[in-house]
C-alpha cells in the first residue's frame, strides 16, 4: 500500500476540556501540520458551548444559568520546507482560559443571600500562544522536532469569594519551549510522535479593591500579583493506515496541573494576607487525556472521522471554586470535503459530559463553607468547529 490510499482521509476531532479538575486547558498543540507535504496553512474556528451548573445537596437547582461560559476562538496554523529535509511552521491558539461566572447565574435558592452572591467567583482570564517550530528529517523514518512558545495571558478580572480577592491584572507574556521526535513508516501512513512543552509562568500586576466579607474592608489600595501558568506537558500520538482508505489513531496528553496553580500575592501585609506570601486559589490536579479515532476517505472528495476522548478525574470532592467536575468523556466527529488536491473545508463537533463532583467543606469559617454539599452533576459541553486548509 502507498501513502497515496490515504490521501485526504478526514482526522477531525475535538475535545472539551474546559472547566475539569485539570486546570484550565482549551487547545492542545498539535505538531500533525508540520508533517504535510510542501507548503501548507489553515485556519479554523471553533466554540464551546458549556452547561455547567448546581444542585442543593437535596437536589433542587441553584443556579440559572451555565457557571461557565461560551468561548469561540480562532487557530491558525502555517509551514514551508526551507531546505531538502527541513521546514518551519507557526502555530497561533487559544491554549488556556477561564471564564467563570458564578455571580450572574447562583440563585438565593442555594440559601445565600443576594448579598452573598455578589461577591461569589468571576474569573475571565485568556491565555493564547503563538509557538514557532521546526523539523528537521535525519532520513526518511526519523524526524526530529524543536520550537519556541510565546503565551500572552490577557488582562485579567477577578473576584474570589472567601479569599478577599477582587483585582484587575494586567497581561503578561511567558516563553517556553517545544522539542520532540517522529518516526514514519510512509508506505503504510504510520506516524509515532512524540513532543513535550515546558512550563510557562504569568506573574500579573494586581491592583486590588476593597472587599468585605463579614467584616471590615481588605486589600483597599493594595498591590501585587496574580500568578497563573500553563504547565509541562507531554504529548504521544500514533496514527496507521489499517486499510485502504482508512487510517486509525490514538493519542495520550500529560498536563502538570498540580503545579500550577491560580494564586495570589499581595505586596502587604492585610487581614487576609502576609506580604509576598502566595495563596493558591485553585486546586487542580495533574491529568492524563486519551484519545482514539478512527478516519475513512470515501471516494475522491469526502472523508469522515470518529473518535471518543476521556479523561480521568481528581476524585469525587472539590476544594476549590475552579473545579467543577471529575474526569471527563467525550464522542468527537467530523466531514472533510476536498474541492481539488490542494483545498479542502473541514467541519467537527464533539459532545462531552462531565462527571460528578461534590463542593467540600474545607477550613473552619471560611465563607466557602456556606455552599458545602453543593453537587455539580449531569453537566455537558459542546464544541463546534469549522476549518479550511491549503496546499501550495
Known amino acids: 500500500m502507498s501513502l497515496a490510499k490515504y490521501a485526504g482521509v478526514s482526522l477531525i476531532a475535538m475535545s472539551a476540556s474546559m472547566g475539569h479538575a485539570g486546570g484550565m486547558e482549551d487547545t492542545a498543540l498539535s505538531a500533525g501540520f508540520m508533517f504535510e507535504e510542501g507548503s501548507y496553512g489553515n485556519a479554523s474556528i471553533k466554540s464551546q458551548s458549556p452547561s455547567v451548573k448546581a444542585k442543593s445537596a437535596a437536589g433542587a437547582s441553584i443556579t440559572s444559568g451555565s457557571l461557565l461560559g461560551s468561548v469561540s476562538s480562532i487557530n491558525l496554523k502555517a509551514k514551508m520546507d526551507v531546505l531538502d529535509n527541513m521546514s518551519v511552521g507557526i502555530s497561533y491558539y487559544r491554549q488556556a482560559g477561564i471564564k467563570l461566572d458564578y455571580t450572574a447565574n447562583w440563585t438565593t435558592a442555594s440559601g445565600l443571600t443576594a448579598g452573598q452572591i455578589g461577591i461569589m467567583p468571576k474569573v475571565d482570564l485568556d491565555v493564547t500562544a503563538l509557538a514557532l517550530i ?86 483597599t489600595g493594595a498591590t501585587g500579583k496574580i500568578h497563573a501558568s500553563t504547565p509541562d506537558y507531554i504529548n504521544l500520538y ?81 476544594k476549590s471554586f475552579f473545579t467543577l467536575t471529575d474526569g471527563r468523556q467525550g464522542i468527537s466527529v467530523g466531514v472533510k470535503y476536498n474541492f481539488n488536491e490542494n483545498t479542502a473545508i473541514s467541519f467537527g463537533g464533539n459532545y462531552t459530559a462531565f462527571g460528578k463532583v461534590t463542593q467540600a467543606a474545607v477550613i473552619a469559617g471560611n465563607s466557602r463553607n456556606a455552599i458545602a454539599g453543593t453537587v455539580f452533576s449531569g453537566n455537558t459541553a459542546t464544541t463546534l468547529g469549522a476549518n479550511i486548509s491549503h496546499s501550495f
Open 134 to 219: 521546526a523539523k528537521y528529517d535525519v532520513n526518511e523514518n526519523i524526524s526530529v522536532l524543536g520550537g519556541l512558545k510565546n503565551g500572552t495571558a490577557s488582562d485579567v478580572t477577578a473576584s474570589i469569594l472567601g479569599s478577599g480577592v477582587s483585582a484587575t491584572a494586567t497581561g503578561a507574556s511567558s516563553l517556553s519551549y517545544i522539542a520532540g521526535a517522529a518516526y514514519e513508516i510512509p508506505e503504510i501512513a504510520f506516524r509515532a510522535e512524540l513532543i513535550y512543552e515546558t512550563k510557562a509562568d504569568y506573574a500579573l500586576t494586581t491592583e486590588f479593591a476593597a472587599v468585605a466579607i463579614g467584616g471590615p474592608a481588605d486589600h
Open 238 to 318: 500514533v496514527q496507521s493506515g489499517i486499510a485502504e482508505d482508512t487510517l486509525a489513531y490514538a493519542s495520550m496528553r500529560q498536563a502538570g496541573w498540580k503545579k500550577s496553580q491560580v494564586s495570589v500575592q499581595a505586596s502587604t501585609n492585610n487581614a487576609l494576607f502576609t506580604s509576598n506570601t502566595k495563596a493558591d486559589l485553585s486546586d487542580f490536579a495533574d491529568t492524563t487525556s486519551y484519545e482514539i479515532g478512527l478516519g475513512r476517505k470515501f471516494g475522491t472528495t469526502w472523508s469522515s472521522s470518529i473518535a471518543y476522548n476521556w479523561e480521568g478525574g481528581s476524585g469525587p470532592e472539590s
